[in-house]
């Protein structure tokens, strides 16, 4: 099982949409909820989806992945939908009882679910195409100008690499604990929920001691290495822009376009 | 005090700062270019601070420590000396900074402000020397102690260090894990003629040296080549220290009376001294 952890929702394969310039796909992720946000009728969303799959097909992500992303959303969405299906002021359609739904209601329903999913949808091809890595020197790099307000972008991605780096280590660790605790009678499945948190700590003090024991280690080998922050530091992966990633912002600036200037010719808000 | 000295530690004490007595007393002794020095000490002698005075992660209390003639209390030099005396800890997972493990080699080189193409040329060239150029790209979780071992000796190589220390870097590991890591600092010893100065409670490992140190409650109680540190089992037994198991077999036949060498100690030398007394 530890073997072999995929980190985030990373989709590991090689494709064009991979080799972007992770600097470039966190502008375009921005871009694209902007894009979201734009939207003004169903037309519209279509010309999102379109884009949507298009990028998803050049990354080799299935639709299914793709998806997998709104699952932990399924709720928010389910209430956002019903919340505004039922309590939007309007023209009536069909009412029971208390129940009235309107025509704004079924229309901002739909809009806002639509938003909430392409919002997902958008952010998820990002994070399936981009390894945790690639994402936080994309950070750091998009973020080193606010140094000069004394940002701490290379710190944080520091953290982040350092964070990446132990969470195998201290899965490990905490497999080992939890066997070594098992071995002497401690019990982590059964009993209610009261009991099963109390029969982690024995899990989670020594995991937390030896986790502090590693950051103090750690910070001396560092020290060793002569690491004294991002002042004057070089870098092992570099990154260039190339001609895929001017590709990919073409396409984002027609996108942006056609949905403005869809919004702009199809007047009347959604098309029901 | 020659100045051609890689390491010279000069009366040097250390007390930290919640402790009743100093983990280190007035410890003095000089390392030589190119030799390769075992620390022993049972735990808590003092021989980790030793370590740890010697790369400037800590300094001296009283007295100096000076490697490559740079003081270590020189601030302005401190990159310097970090790179000059390279640093091998004891737990191979937690001096690893990277998720690959050439971005691990890269990161001493990175933090020296190297550039690029150099980088790339000793990374290749470490990872090389110490045969884990197959792994370039694995993550480290999925190396046994061993090479992760031998990654951090890379990491370090990379910065092209005068010295290297390391501090009991094969306590972790299983013998084969040790095995290849001592194999692969006597070669950089042997080969590009690095100072190695080698912390370890391992007495066979320590029979290889060129000059043994045996620290003892912060102070320095014996020194000498390995023949000469470990004919004296009584002593080293007084001090809770082991004895490779043939000084101490040739110990034992001594007091029984057999006219045996006071300078065996390895398996083959036995084998000749005890065939030369009984065959004469």
């Known amino acids: 099982m530890l073997n072999n952890i995929t980190l985030g929702q990373y989709y590991p394969v090689d494709s064009p949409v991979h080799r972007l310039d992770p600097r470039v796909k966190i502008l375009l992720a921005i871009a694209m909820i902007v894009c979201v946000f734009l939207v003004g009728n169903l037309l519209g969303y279509g010309l999102i989806l379109v884009f949507v799959l298009f990028a998803a097909r050049l990354a080799h992500v299935p639709f299914r992945v793709l998806m997998k992303g709104l699952k932990p959303l399924r709720f928010i969405l389910i209430l956002t939908f019903l919340l505004n299906l039922f309590f939007t002021v309007g023209e009536p359609l069909w009412s029971l009882g208390f129940i009235h739904i309107t025509r704004e209601g079924l229309r901002q329903s739909i809009h806002y679910s639509l938003r909430l999913i392409f919002l997902v949808v958008s952010t998820s091809l990002l994070t399936l195409t981009t390894s945790p890595i690639q994402l ?7 973020l080193s100008p606010l140094k000069i307000i004394h940002f701490p972008a290379h710190e944080l991605a520091m953290m982040m690499s350092i964070a990446l780096r132990f969470i195998p280590t201290l899965l490990e660790e905490t497999d080992k604990i ?68 001017l590709y990919a912002c073409l396409l984002m600036a027609l996108l942006i376009i056609a949905v403005i200037v869809e919004a702009r010719l199809v007047p009347g808000g959604l098309i029901l | 005090m020659a100045l051609e000295d890689r390491i010279v530690v000069d009366h040097v004490s250390y007390q930290y700062e919640d402790a009743a007595d100093p983990a280190l007393n007035s410890v003095s002794f000089q390392v030589r270019p190119g030799e390769f020095v075992a620390i022993l000490g049972h735990n808590g002698s003092g021989k980790s601070t030793l370590a740890k005075l010697i790369n400037a992660l800590y300094l001296p209390t009283e007295g100096r420590v000076l490697v490559c003639g740079m003081d270590t209390a020189d601030e302005d030099r401190l990159w310097d000396i970090r790179q000059q005396a390279g640093m091998i800890f004891q737990n191979p997972d937690n001096q690893l900074v990277a998720t690959v493990v050439e971005e ?54 990379a910065m092209e260090p005068n010295c290297i220390i390391a501090d009991e870097s094969t306590a972790m590991l299983d013998p084969s894990g040790r095995r290849e890591v001592l194999d692969t600092i006597r070669q950089l010893n042997r080969d590009k003629n690095i100072t190695v100065l080698w912390i370890t409670h391992y007495m066979e490992e320590a029979a290889l040296a060129d000059r043994v140190l045996v620290v003892s409650d912060g102070r320095l109680v014996m020194s000498g080549t ?30 029984q009376g057999l006219p045996i060498s006071d300078e065996i100690l390895t398996v083959e030398e036995m084998a000749e001294e005890v065939a030369r007394i009984l065959c004469p």
């Open chain 2, 104 to 157: 691990d080699v890269a990161f001493g080189l990175e933090n020296m402000g190297v550039e690029h193409d150099e980088m790339v040329r000793r990374i290749h060239s470490a990872l090389e020397t110490v045969r884990m150029t197959e792994y370039a790209s694995s993550s480290p979780h999925m190396l046994s102690g061993g090479q992760k071992q031998r990654v951090a000796i890379a990491g370090v190589l």
């Open chain 2, 226 to 255: 390995p023949r000469e540190v470990f004919r004296q089992v009584d002593r080293l037994r007084e001090l809770h220290l082991d004895t490779p198991p043939m000084a101490a077999l040739a110990h034992t036949l001594r007091q």
């Open chain 1, 136 to 142: 936080s020197d994309g950070m750091e790099l998009l």
């Open chain 1, 178 to 245: 939890m066997k070594a605790q098992m071995a002497r009678g401690a019990d982590f499945e059964s009993g209610n929920l009261l009991n099963r948190a109390k029969a982690m700590i024995p899990l989670l003090v020594p995991l937390f001691v030896s986790a502090f024991r590693r950051a103090s280690d750690l910070a001396m080998a560092m020290e060793a290495r002569c690491y004294h922050g991002g002042e004057n530091r070089t870098r092992l992966r570099v990154l260039k822009l190339k001609k895929g990633d």
